[in-house]
């Protein structure tokens, strides 16, 4: 939370690109555009958070890894902004969440400085050239024409903005660091550092004093629940010290993933009885202790990760931050039984640690997808010799008090990944930020990474997908006892929707019966078979919780895929084979098909094979796949069963096809010679001889209407919240149709707009923008949002030529 002088920067910004534009065309950067006196009177008028290329359009012409829109380029932002004669004297800060890319900052035309890794949040100190009581300028240039990415990584000032107001003795930047090394439902011992900044020309004596709140869900104070003893500083002139208290709160409320309790440390700086600064850390009371043998013990007890790996990007939102849309994201994955985020492969926006801290889920916080070596051209080997450190450092000092973070990762199949001494560089910089936390490293090379001795300094060893060797290593005495994570696997292929009978690909899709997959990845049945041999491995960060923009393996001609197969030269010449194909061939893909949710939110077939197994206590049952084949009457139709349950006897028309049994190793139940016939398919699940779970799939009639689904039924209209709407294609007896695919329009009305739409499809070209839209088997999502400060009822209408129309209302309100 910080500073209690923090204020939202986000309003008031005038916007212009220059560069490379969205139509291939380029425009040159005008003169003096830092300057106060630059006209700027005809710039786009925005909010932050803001995506510049998400608008598109997309182009066949540009790459399908980074999503086929037109993100490089150059962009300007400035602000026109009053300080109040009150707050001369005080220092002056602006923080980024983050900008992509290449970061430069202007105040009243001086140059204050620089930030190039767009995923890092940083300060800059507008102290020396503010001026109080008069209107400032501030200009921001980003570049990211020469920034590579293996993803969409977005462009612009795309995560929050702040203004930060102290005296001149504050608490530091990221200044407070709360530990809990003992931990027992009796009490809990708390340390907290304090870092005290004194920017005056004079030494001063300072007192740091510190209450701890009790906070409910929405990080509101419900009591009063300690204190830390009073510490006292002798600070000198432009100096800093650290203060360090410690106490033990009896009987504290426990952070743990069904419990995400949390406390608010309230910590006051005061100089000669005045109060000169006041910050604010949000905390959890947990231990966190990671074996080879015992796993990853959460308060003593063992959780088996059950993560996802996700980009950071919102869909059809593209890389701006909204907390809404992130909230709803990962309440899609709690539901389906995920524990566990990979933050891929970069520092997150800080919304992400704040969710996860609100909502029980395990952290593995990560800083880099390249070192020295990079796998692009312009990635982030172009400033890592300069910046590896700062960036390194700002990850782990913005993120340590996060109860969620469990560990810290240094990379993702770098390059660079037997460099003993690079990586013993990288973790000594992470411990010397916090020793209270593991350390790791993504490697697709794990034999290349153990044997050359790197992956020693690691604390614990994450693997990518090629886990054949772990018995040799679990016997390698250097290794013996060094824990290690699937840190990405399976890497599973499919489209919502979509079922092929023979080869899984098909017009630029890929089946959704869940068989397909790349080389050097497997289906998630043989990966819960891995960690069930292999029960040290901690668990599992499945590639990926949901479909992301760009990467649309395997319709793209990504070269770096060729990264997983160094080892193999057989695999690398036969995938370099394929890539060129393809490359000749110009897929239209734009997105990926890893997700087991796809771009819209809406769950693939694949969901409810990981809810079955990360949720055995859930009675559930999921049948796959439709039933609408009327060119294969009496033709064979595979069915597949995801159920947490035993067995289960499968009917079709009332007439059972017989009962089957999961043995050993089986993770879904086949029926792969069902005839199909119209009608009604019906699975009943058991589990130890008892009803468990049913579904059913039944054929349906022919598109006769549309449908709205709103997900909450009041929406406040605080400029963040969004609403999300479903439309759905149905027949006459409000079932879904599948393979329907009309266009549907949208308005509103009342105190909301449209801000995107979607619809799940890896191919459609069709605008994130547009309020028209093609349905995609049968769904489309409608993202809206209330005008800020409005309230009364809103509307959402659909209609389709031909089909019945559809409305929902929703109350917008403003608290």
């Not at 593209?318 to 539901?335: D, F, T, V």
């Not at 044997?451 to 604390?459: N, V």
Request: aromatic share 10%.
């Amino acid at each position: 939370m910080g500073q209690a002088g923090t204020l939202s920067f986000d309003d008031g910004w005038l916007f212009r690109r220059y560069g490379l534009q969205a139509d291939g065309f380029s425009v040159a950067e005008e003169a003096n555009i830092s300057a106060v006196d630059f006209k700027d009177a005809g710039w786009q008028q925005l909010k932050l958070p803001h995506d510049w290329a998400i608008t598109g359009p997309f182009r066949i012409d540009l790459a399908g890894e980074t999503g086929k829109l037109p993100w490089k380029g150059i962009g300007w932002y400035r602000k026109h902004f009053a300080l109040p004669a009150g707050d001369a004297g005080k220092r002056i800060f602006i923080d980024f969440d983050g900008a992509m890319a290449y970061a430069e900052v202007w105040l009243n035309g001086h140059y204050i400085g620089k930030w190039p890794y767009g995923y890092s949040s940083f300060r800059m100190d507008l102290t020396p050239y503010i001026k109080a009581g008069q209107e400032n300028v501030i200009a921001v240039r980003l570049d990211t024409e020469k920034w590579d990415s293996r993803w969409y990584p977005g462009a612009g000032i795309y995560r929050h903005v702040w203004l930060v107001k102290t005296d001149p003795v504050h608490v530091g930047h990221w200044g407070t660091t709360i530990t809990t090394p003992e931990v027992s439902a009796a009490a809990a011992a708390i340390k907290l550092n304090t870092v005290v900044v004194n920017h005056s020309g004079k030494p001063v004596s300072a007192a740091i004093r510190s209450t701890l709140f009790e906070v409910d869900a929405h990080n509101r104070i419900i009591r009063e629940a300690g204190s830390m003893p009073v510490t006292s500083v002798f600070v000198g002139a432009y100096d800093s010290v650290v203060s360090v208290s410690r106490t033990s709160m009896k009987h504290p409320k426990i952070w743990d993933l069904e419990h995400p309790n949390r406390y608010i440390a309230k910590t006051s700086i005061e100089v000669k009885g005045k109060i000169t600064d006041t910050y604010y850390t949000v905390f959890g009371i947990r231990t966190i202790r990671v074996t080879a043998d015992s796993g990853v013990l959460l308060n003593g007890r063992r959780v088996q990760i059950q993560g996802t790996c996700n980009h950071h990007d919102l869909g059809a939102l593209g890389a701006a931050m909204n907390k809404s849309a992130l909230r709803r994201q990962l309440s899609i994955l709690k539901e389906m039984g995920c524990n566990a985020l990979r933050t891929s492969h970069n520092p997150p926006a800080p919304e992400l640690l704040e969710l996860a801290d609100e909502m029980g889920f395990l952290v593995w916080d990560e800083a880099f997808d390249a070192w020295k070596t990079g796998k692009k051209k312009n990635d982030y080997n172009k400033i890592f010799t300069e910046w590896h450190e700062k960036d390194l450092a700002a990850m782990v000092r913005r993120d340590k008090n996060h109860p969620s973070v469990f560990i810290w990762s240094i990379g993702n199949e770098v390059m660079d990944q037997q460099d003993v001494a690079l990586t013993r560089m990288l973790v000594d910089i992470v411990h010397k930020e916090d020793p209270t936390r593991p350390v790791s490293n993504g490697y697709n090379d794990p034999d290349g990474g153990r044997s050359s001795g790197a992956a020693q300094a690691l604390d614990i060893m994450g693997v990518n997908y090629f886990f054949s060797q772990q018995p040799v290593w679990d016997k390698d005495p250097r290794y013996a006892q060094k824990p290690t994570i699937g840190s990405e696997t399976s890497s599973c292929l499919s489209t919502r929707g979509e079922y092929f009978f023979g080869s899984p690909y098909r017009n630029w899709q890929i089946s959704s019966y869940d068989v397909a997959k790349p080389g050097w990845g497997c289906i998630p049945d043989t990966q819960f078979n891995i960690l069930q041999r292999m029960p040290r491995l901690l668990g599992e960060f499945v590639w990926t919780g949901f479909d992301y923009l760009g990467e649309p393996t395997p319709y793209g001609s990504d070269e770096t895929n060729l990264l997983n197969f160094r080892n193999d030269p057989a695999k690398r010449d036969s995938l370099e084979k394929k890539l060129a194909e393809m490359k000749a061939k110009n897929p239209p893909s734009r997105s990926s098909y890893f997700g087991i949710v796809d771009l819209c939110g809406f769950p693939k077939d694949r969901y409810y094979l990981y809810q079955s197994v990360w949720r055995p206590e859930l009675p559930m049952a999921h049948l796959l796949p439709h039933w609408n084949w009327p060119g294969r009457i009496d033709s064979i139709v595979p069915v597949h069963l995801y159920t947490s349950g035993d067995e289960a006897e499968l009917f079709l028309n009332g007439k059972s096809l017989g009962r089957k049994k999961k043995m050993a190793g089986d993770y879904r139940l086949i029926w792969d010679s069902v005839v199909y016939q119209p009608g009604k398919l019906t699975a009943i699940a058991y589990k130890q001889g008892r009803r468990w779970a049913t579904d059913s799939v039944q054929t349906t009639g022919t598109m006769s209407g549309l449908n709205l689904t709103a997900n909450q039924q009041t929406v406040i209209s605080n400029g963040e919240e969004l609403l999300f709407v479903t439309a759905t294609v149905v027949d006459e007896n409000a079932m879904l149709v599948p393979g329907s695919s009309p266009p549907v329009q949208f308005d509103v009305e009342g105190p909301g707009d449209i801000v995107a739409t979607d619809n799940g499809d890896p191919t459609s070209f069709e605008s994130f923008q547009s309020h028209t839209k093609a349905a995609f088997n049968g769904m489309v999502l409608v993202i809206v949002k209330p005008k800020p400060g409005l309230s009364g009822k809103l509307q959402l209408h659909a209609r389709s030529a031909g089909l019945q129309p559809a409305s929902v209302s929703v109350e917008i309100k403003q608290r």
